[in-house]
């Protein structure tokens, strides 16, 4: 079993900054990719931004030279850094991580439970 922890969220005024921190925890695991989502009220979940175990990142047009995403491999956790915000940042943002179990032989997505971002003008 392997869980996702989020944290960095919370309330900053348009123009500011935020980081978000996803850690993943348990026994037998090895994570290929990591990503962050967001869901706002009334609208369906979107990809913010990935990257794949080798390095290579994607991200949504709409945050695109504005946010960046890493990851420790080290430590089993991806960052988020949120700059230059704006009030149709605010959502719900949720990290997902592919990750292998190769003691059941599967390949399978865990979601954090999600942090409040919420971006005032």
């Known amino acids: 079993q392997v869980q996702l922890v989020e944290s960095g969220g919370g309330l900053v005024q348009a123009g500011g900054s935020l980081r978000l921190s996803c850690a993943a925890s348990?026994?037998?695991?090895?994570?290929?990719?990591m990503g962050w989502y967001r869901q706002a009220p009334g609208k369906q979940r979107e990809l913010v931004a990935a990257i794949a175990s080798g390095g290579t990142t994607n991200y949504a047009d709409s945050v695109k030279g504005r946010f960046a995403i890493s990851r420790d491999n080290a430590k089993n956790t991806v960052y988020l850094q949120m700059n230059t915000l704006k009030p149709e940042d605010t959502a719900v943002y949720y990290c997902?991580?592919?990750?292998?179990?190769?003691?059941?032989?599967?390949?399978?997505?865990?979601w954090g439970q999600g942090t409040q971002v919420t971006v005032s003008s």
């Open positions: 348990g026994r037998d695991f090895s994570i290929h990719s």
């Open positions: 997902k991580m592919g990750v292998v179990l190769p003691l059941f032989k599967i390949d399978y997505d865990y």
